[in-house]
């Protein structure tokens, strides 16, 4: 990875008719799942982490113990959405996010997201791993 700092990591979506309700547009909790999705691939992709062995071999968790969301336009079946989201603070074993979703140019959906490390087996919090506080740094805005 370059030490340049990236600050926004983003994936494309495709909304699909398992993300929505009758009415046609995406179940508000169907955001969530979709934001957790693009959580692990930021680790693995954006961080260099691979989300699978830091649970299963490192046994280090990644639970939210906040989130703030504001829902300000509809997502339907069929949308190509981009899924983003930056750092806003690193702490000692919390770390807080930015989250979105947007069409285009049109936000869909904006969240602040606050994690905290933790250690699987006695799921207590623990300090944030040097690697992982390295590599979350370059996504961190100014």
């Known amino acids: 990875m370059s030490d340049q700092p990236i600050h926004r990591f983003e994936r494309p979506l ?3 008719f398992s993300h929505c309700d009758p009415a046609g547009i995406v179940f508000f909790p169907q955001y969530m799942v979709m934001f957790n999705g693009l959580l692990e691939d930021w680790f693995t992709d954006g961080l260099g982490i691979p989300y699978g062995p830091l649970v299963q071999q ?4 990644t639970p939210t113990v906040s989130l703030q969301c504001d829902f300000t336009a509809i997502s339907r079946m069929g949308d190509e959405v981009t899924m983003g989201l930056t750092v806003l603070r690193i ?4 770390f807080k996010l930015s989250v979105g979703c947007r069409c285009g140019d049109e936000e ?3 969240m602040t997201q606050v994690l905290v490390i933790t250690d699987l087996d006695t799921h207590r919090p623990i300090a944030i791993p040097d690697d992982m ?7 961190q805005t100014e």
């Open 14 to 16: 495709r909304i699909r």
């Open 91 to 94: 702490g000692g074993a919390s």
């Open 108 to 110: 869909r959906v904006r």
């Open 58 to 61: 490192r046994r280090v968790g």
């Open 133 to 139: 506080r390295v590599a979350m740094s370059k996504f």
